[in-house]
């Protein structure tokens, strides 16, 4: 399933090479279309970190029951656990 972000991707070097093609193509010199072209998958760029930018939902704290706090009082009766690294 494609994405925001896929379609970025694949805009970004789309836009260096068919928008600096395009330039060429109409006249402009190419030291003029390659900063153009970049300046557009800047913008992309840009885009995608800071208008739409990936981010994590804030978790939802939810009041937990009764049976959730005897759980942790009890393991944290038994002491910590013991973690073998080998």
Do not use: K
């Not at 379609?7 to 068919?18: Q, T, W």
């Not at 995608?48 to 009890?74: E, K």
Request: charged share 10%; glycine share 10%; no cysteine.
């Amino acid at each position: 399933m494609t994405g925001y972000y896929d379609y970025i991707l694949g805009l970004i070097p789309l836009a260096l090479v068919g928008i600096t093609g395009s330039l060429v193509v109409v006249g402009l010199q190419l030291t003029a279309a390659v900063p153009m072209a970049a300046g557009v998958a800047a913008l992309l760029t840009g885009h995608a970190l800071f208008v739409n930018g990936p981010s994590a939902p804030t978790p939802v704290r939810r009041h937990t029951d009764h049976a959730s706090h005897t759980a942790r009082a009890s393991r944290a009766e038994s002491g910590p656990a013991v973690l073998d690294a080998d």
